[in-house]
């Protein structure tokens, strides 16, 4: 195959859904793709397995309370690290080409940040990254020439839209939403919404966090900030539209009134695959779209009433600075407390705007300023949910 260097791969969060995943598309083509290092946040078990089977040169648990008896686990196997700072010093590794951010939150910031000072290209699946840091991120990025290769499944089929494209010609980029197991609720009933209710997803299989988030539409709020940032369009220049079948990951509009759609199954492995190998493609063993499945793909406007979150967001880029990190961690405090069942899912909007009022932002920021902020309104929030 041209073109492709061989990929030699950090995947931070491997043990999450796009972490296993991402270990299904990279075990399919071992010629072009190898695990360097795996790390995760507390799941030992899957961990063990994944460092058997794909025999990095390190893991990194973030909890330290597990390090021992993982390091005990796997001696004579591989390197074991605990912590941000096993993070941070296992991307320092020279070999590694690629690193794969699947972390979830606001964790995800600083191993990105730091990949971007090392040089080294990132395939971006944790979405808080850019709706929290954009700005640094992509002056970062461009300063240091580190390609942002996105997973997101939007964003990636607005990629794959524009390729070929000038720039100049896009008129608007169009988000699609499933809309979220309750698009068709009443606003009223939307105060009973159970834990177990929220988690079930209509088209996707994902983490509970971007469950939860999908359900509220905030799911798509970042995603305009992470569009916004990634590809340097006007915020007016971007429009989210409800396609509850997710087969069309996302539109572009160029000014002759032409659309482009990137359509698929909704298996992630696709947008991944894509990150990994382009500018090539590879073969993938997924589903294959069957169009007597579908009879129809049908279309319609977001309620910005029913779903706040989403209006949230819009408002939070607009303000600008540090307001989308604000947000972004006071929504990842939010969606914790109603998964723990500490507050009603009507609640979330809540505690984020509140948060948001209470910030007094910053118009530029440094990466240890943007990380106050994140901890400081985390604290804020938490104060919140009692
Ligand atoms: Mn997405």
Same mark, same amino acid.
């Given at each position: ?87 941070? =010093?296992? *991307? ?8 794969? %951010?699947? $972390?979830?939150?606001?964790?995800? @910031? &600083? /191993? ?15 979405? =808080?990254? *850019? ?8 002056? %970062?990025? $461009?300063?240091?020439?580190?390609? @942002? &290769? /996105? ?236």
């Amino acid at each position: 195959v041209k073109n492709i260097k061989k990929k030699q791969i950090a995947l931070l969060g491997s043990t999450g859904s796009i972490g296993k995943n991402s270990l299904k598309v990279i075990s399919q083509h071992p010629k072009h793709f190898q695990v360097l290092y795996l790390t995760a946040n507390r799941n030992i078990n899957d961990l063990i397995l994944q460092a058997k089977q794909y025999r990095p040169r390190g893991v990194v648990i973030t909890d330290k309370k597990l390090y021992k008896e993982l390091k005990t686990t796997l001696s004579g196997i591989c390197k074991v690290f605990w912590g941000m700072g096993g993070i941070l =010093e296992v *991307l320092q590794d020279p070999e590694i080409n690629l690193v794969l %951010n699947s $972390l979830v939150g606001g964790i995800g @910031i &600083l /191993p990105t940040y730091h990949s971007i000072q090392l040089g080294k290209d990132v395939a971006l699946a944790n979405k =808080e990254t *850019l709706v929290a840091a954009g700005q640094l991120i992509m002056k %970062n990025a $461009l300063k240091k020439r580190v390609k @942002i &290769l /996105p997973i997101d499944s939007e964003h990636s089929a607005i990629w794959q839209c524009i390729l070929g494209e000038d720039k100049k010609n896009i008129k608007r980029i169009i988000l699609t939403a499933s809309g979220g197991p309750f698009r068709n609720w009443s606003k009223e009933k939307l105060f009973e919404i159970t834990r177990e209710q929220a988690l079930l997803h209509p088209n996707w299989d994902m983490g509970e966090k971007i469950t939860i988030d999908s359900a509220t539409l905030m799911n798509k709020g970042l995603e305009i900030i992470e569009a916004f940032w990634l590809y340097n369009v006007q915020l007016r220049q971007i429009e989210v539209v409800i396609h509850p079948q997710s087969i069309i990951h996302s539109m572009v509009e160029f000014k002759d009134g032409s659309i482009k759609a990137q359509m698929g199954v909704p298996d992630m492995k696709i947008p991944i695959q894509f990150a990994l190998s382009y500018p090539d493609r590879l073969t993938l063993k997924t589903e294959y779209i069957s169009f007597d499945k579908y009879n129809s793909l049908t279309f319609e406007r977001p309620d910005l009433k029913k779903f706040p979150c989403l209006k949230i967001a819009i408002d939070a880029i607009k303000a600008g600075g540090t307001y989308p990190a604000v947000m972004n961690a006071a929504n990842e405090v939010a969606v914790n407390g109603f998964l723990n069942k500490q507050i009603r899912f009507t609640d979330i909007p809540i505690i984020i705007s509140e948060t948001m009022e209470n910030h007094s932002p910053l118009k530029e920021y440094s990466i240890d300023e943007l990380l106050a902020v994140e901890k400081e309104s985390k604290k804020y929030a938490t104060n919140l949910l009692n």
